[in-house]
């Protein structure tokens, strides 16, 4: 293998790439694994690996050090699969709307209206989604989940939560912000990707 330009290192050191390659090598397994969950397709969840790779190299410097490399990693391959997912809409793949409605050979075409509801891969990730948050929300300590629950799921007002829990809206702001925090803690030791 031959060493690396200082171009395709991008400004970073042969030390980092070290480090990126490292911690690659530690989550590889696990990224193949929610790729091949993603695509159903050995050879799609292979390219998806080395896209997802391409681009949490050219994004490295926005993960930080200390926080879970595999949690970064999977939230770039989800987002990549998403975006692949756009790019093969047949809507956007014709070459004009033209083409699509009377093509050369005179036949009449149908033309294909995008679907707006969620695919069933996002659909399952949403849904994990949503239940790795609610077991985490399960974990606050009441008083918080309360707050959190009323200020974001219910979309209550602080004033009205205030009333609800017969406290200050300065109480409920230091609640709501508490509870994040310990929900945002709760989440990432779970190892759960947002």
């Known amino acids: 293998m031959s060493p690396i330009t200082s171009e395709e290192l991008g400004g970073r050191t042969q030390a980092e790439l070290r480090h990126f390659q490292e911690m690659l090598n530690d989550t590889k397994r696990r990224a193949y694994t929610m790729a091949l969950q993603l695509t159903r397709n050995p050879s799609d969840a292979e390219d998806l690996v ?59 075409q149908e033309l294909p209206i995008a679907d707006e509801r969620p695919h069933p891969d996002e659909e399952l990730l949403q849904e994990e989604f949503r239940l790795e948050l609610r077991a985490a929300l399960n974990q606050l300590p009441e008083v918080y989940r309360e707050a959190i629950t009323l200020c ?43």
Do not use: C
Request: no cysteine; net charge positive; proline share 4%.
């Open 152 to 194: 974001d799921l219910e979309e209550m007002s602080y004033s009205e939560i205030a009333d609800r829990q017969n406290t200050t809206i300065g109480t409920v702001r230091s609640r709501i912000h508490r509870g994040r925090r310990l929900l945002r803690d709760i989440v990432q030791r779970s190892g759960f990707v947002m």
């Open 50 to 108: 080395q896209e997802t790779y391409v681009k949490a190299w050219r994004g490295f410097d926005s993960y930080i050090p200390g926080r879970p490399f595999l949690n970064w990693l999977l939230r770039i391959m989800q987002r990549a699969y998403l975006d692949s997912r756009r790019r093969e809409n047949p809507i956007r793949k014709a070459e004009s709307l033209n083409s699509m409605v009377s093509p050369a050979d005179g036949d009449v």
